[in-house]
């Protein structure tokens, strides 16, 4: 493998790849109750774009528990989260949002492109939820996840740095992608020094994504063959 020889997409997951239909938000709810013996204002919540440890820290604070409280059983949280979603995974409403399935088998036919996650998700979890969805999880060779990190920023060079170490080679910052549907998504680009597309098809509307001046903003990922120009030139 050479330098510059391949492009890194990294893919956020709800939102972004997949409908969650509130169904993540309901198994958190039972983990919380599993493990701290409530729940806090999960329903009220505002979780897009958040790792699942910042929204379990968030939520936990304001149910008054104190931060050691919180983080000594945060461990236990995200594995009760992960059996839930597991368990319920059967019966889940999550589903695959417009284009994706065409465009993941597009990418997966060429050498090119290498597909990543990073995911505000806690890691155990996600192989489940992308398989309820239709996905499958070895479409993504790497990553980075909400439970090894509460700072979103963060999970971008992790991810690079386990496909680094995969590749044998640095990956330089003009290869890689952010795809993502919130301004954490770009965010989290801007710190790691890479471009981002960011897609209207989760919680945030088109309009509050521009007003973040992602490099790329679509509707969604439904027009496949814009979605691969822009993979193509970025």
């Known amino acids: 493998m050479h330098e510059n020889s391949h492009r890194v997409l990294l893919f956020d997951i709800d939102g972004t790849l997949i409908d969650p239909a509130g169904e993540g938000a309901l198994c ?35 149910a008054g528990l104190d931060e050691a409280e919180i983080q000594s059983s ?10 839930h979603v597991e368990a319920a995974a059967p019966t889940l409403r999550m ?21 990543g996650l990073v995911t505000g998700n806690v890691r155990a979890a996600v192989p489940f939820k992308l398989r309820a969805a239709g996905l499958d999880p070895d479409l993504f060779t790497f990553g980075a996840f909400g ?32 795809i993502g549907d919130t301004p954490h998504d770009i965010a989290c680009a801007r710190h790691t020094g890479v471009q981002v597309l960011c897609v209207a098809s989760g919680t945030y509307p088109r309009q509050a994504l521009a007003d973040h001046r992602p490099d790329f903003l ?17």
Request: proline share 5%; aromatic share 8%.
């Open 218 to 234: 679509l509707d969604d990922l439904a027009d496949v063959d814009r979605v691969m120009d822009i993979f193509n030139m970025f």
């Open 28 to 62: 958190l709810h039972r983990a919380l109750e599993d493990v701290y013996g409530l729940s806090g204002p999960v329903e009220t919540y505002d979780m897009a774009g958040k790792t699942d440890w910042r929204i379990l820290t968030d939520v936990m604070r304001l």
């Open 147 to 178: 439970s090894e990190h509460m700072d979103r920023n963060q999970l971008p060079a992790l991810a690079l740095y386990r496909l680094e170490q995969q590749l044998g080679c640095q990956v330089p910052p003009e290869s890689v992608l952010v």
């Open 95 to 115: 589903h695959v949002l417009p284009g994706v399935m065409d465009l993941l088998a597009r990418l997966t036919s060429d050498p090119r492109f290498l597909l």
């Open 74 to 83: 945060r461990a236990d949280a995200f594995d009760a989260y992960a059996r």
